[in-house]
Every structure is written in structure tokens, then in C-alpha cells.
């Protein structure tokens, strides 16, 4: 548990890093998500559902430009840095079949007991997200690998 917080932080602090301030609304936006109740619009997953402006959406969260989590921290720019995390780019998946509901999950859940690199992945890169940005990050990492 100590690791994981400790992992946590790395990201904050990336995220502080990489955002530019606006930290206390990170907060609170943070603790808005943690309370909102359970995702009822994470029904659809049908890749033709997924619109421009969720992966724009997807494309600011992964880098930290908006939100609170910095996907590329961990798994680079490119998404296929493959150092401390895996290259999200191919189509090779360690945590499901790759499906965009399949991502989701990960990302919803995290990475608790890795079966490739060291360190984990904390449940939503590390700050709780809207249902709306979890699923725009999805979007955008589930497109980067079937174009
Ligand atoms: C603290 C570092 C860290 C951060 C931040 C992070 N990840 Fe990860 N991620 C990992 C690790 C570590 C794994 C799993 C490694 C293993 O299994 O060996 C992983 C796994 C994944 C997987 C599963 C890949 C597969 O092959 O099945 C996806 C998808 C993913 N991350 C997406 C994201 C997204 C999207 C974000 C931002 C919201 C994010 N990650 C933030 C470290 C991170």
C-alpha cells in the first residue's frame, strides 16, 4: 500500500508539473469524481460511438493538459515509451483484449499486480476522473492502437 501511494505521488507530482498550477480545482474536481455515483453512461462501447472531440479530450487528459491525470508520466508522450509501462500502441495487451471496455476496465481499476514491468498502475493513472474523461482517455488510447 506504501508503493502505491508512493506511486500516486510520483504522479501528482508530474501532474503539478505538466499542468501549470490550478492544483486546488484538480482537487476538488478530484473530489467531485470520487463522489459521483455509479457510471450508468458506461454502457456503450461501440468504437463507432467515439466522436472527435472525445479524442481531443482524451489526447489533453493523457498529457496532463487538463483533469488531474498525466497518463504520459508513466507510459511517455507516445504512449509507447515501454519502459516503466506498457507501449499502448501495438497490439499486444498484458490486461484485457485490448477492447475499448476492455482499457476502460484497466483504467478504471489500475494495475495492482503487474505481470511485465516493476511498478503499478494506481486506480485512473492516479486521481480519480469524471466518468466522461475516463472514458475520452479510453477513447483516445483504444484509437491509438486500431486506427
Ligand atoms: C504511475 C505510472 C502509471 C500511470 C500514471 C499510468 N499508468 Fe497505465 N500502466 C502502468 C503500469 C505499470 C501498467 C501495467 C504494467 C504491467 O502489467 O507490467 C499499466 C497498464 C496500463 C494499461 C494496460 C495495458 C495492457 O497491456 O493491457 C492501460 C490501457 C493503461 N495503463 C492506460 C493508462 C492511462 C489511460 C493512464 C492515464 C489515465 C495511465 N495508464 C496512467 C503505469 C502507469
Redesign the pocket.
Same mark, same amino acid.
Given at each position: 500500500m506504501r508503493h502505491l501511494m508512493h =506511486?500516486a505521488a510520483?504522479?501528482l507530482v508530474a501532474t503539478a508539473c505538466g499542468g501549470g498550477g490550478g492544483e486546488s480545482a484538480a482537487d476538488s474536481s478530484a473530489a467531485a469524481a470520487s463522489t459521483e455515483a455509479a457510471p450508468a453512461a458506461a454502457a456503450s462501447f461501440d468504437p463507432a460511438t467515439i466522436t472527435p472531440a472525445m479524442l481531443a479530450q482524451g489526447d489533453s =487528459?493523457?498529457h496532463g493538459l487538463i483533469g488531474a491525470?498525466?497518463?504520459q508520466?508513466?507510459?511517455g508522450a507516445d504512449a509507447a515509451q515501454g519502459t516503466?509501462?506498457?507501449v =499502448?500502441t501495438d497490439a499486444?495487451? =498484458?490486461?484485457?483484449d485490448g477492447s475499448w471496455e476492455g482499457?476502460y476496465k484497466?483504467?478504471q481499476a489500475g494495475?495492482s499486480q503487474?505481470?511485465?514491468?516493476t511498478?503499478?498502475?494506481?486506480p485512473?493513472?492516479?486521481i480519480p476522473m469524471t466518468e466522461e474523461h475516463r472514458r475520452a482517455?479510453?477513447a483516445y488510447?483504444y484509437k491509438l492502437s486500431h486506427k
Open positions: =506511486l510520483i504522479a =487528459l493523457f491525470t498525466s497518463c508520466a508513466c507510459h516503466v509501462a506498457p =499502448l499486444e495487451w =498484458l490486461h484485457s482499457i484497466t483504467v494495475v503487474p505481470k511485465k514491468f511498478s503499478m498502475m494506481p485512473d493513472g492516479g482517455v479510453t488510447v
